[in-house]
């Protein structure tokens, strides 16, 4: 099992930063990565970054430029630096680890974290 503890969510007005943490324990391959989803509601829960651990990265089209993501290998955590915020990106952004089980990252395992709210003010 993996055990994944978020921090830095809240509110902020529009135009304004916050940044995420999320600390990994547990059983975690030397194969994965580590990333960020969020959820507002009434929609499905989408990928906003994700970074694996030779620090490739990928972003949703809707954050490039404005968030990033980062992970200290040594302490098993990821961040999500997000800047010049917009009222859509209001939701819940959970801290998610995939596990893989082979070389092609087609067979996995996801876990999740308790996720934490991010609101932005207009």
């Known amino acids: 099992q993996v055990q994944l503890v978020e921090s830095g969510g809240g509110l902020v007005q529009a135009g304004g930063s916050l940044r995420l943490s999320c600390v990994a324990s547990?059983?975690?391959?030397?194969?994965?990565?580590m990333g960020w989803y969020r959820q507002a509601p009434g929609k499905q829960r989408d990928l906003v970054a994700r970074?694996?651990?030779?620090?490739?990265?990928n972003y949703a089209d809707s954050v490039k430029g404005r968030f990033t993501i980062s992970r200290d290998n040594a302490k098993n955590t990821v961040y999500l630096q997000m800047n010049s915020l917009k009222p859509d990106d209001t939701a819940v952004y959970y801290c998610?680890?995939?596990?893989?089980?082979?070389?092609?990252?087609?067979?996995?395992?996801?876990?999740w974290g308790q996720g934490t709210q991010v609101t932005i003010s207009s």
């Open positions: 998610n680890l995939r596990n893989y089980y082979n070389n092609l990252r087609n067979y996995y395992n996801d876990y």
């Open positions: 547990g059983n975690i391959f030397r194969r994965h990565a």
């Open positions: 970074i694996d651990t030779d620090s490739t990265t």
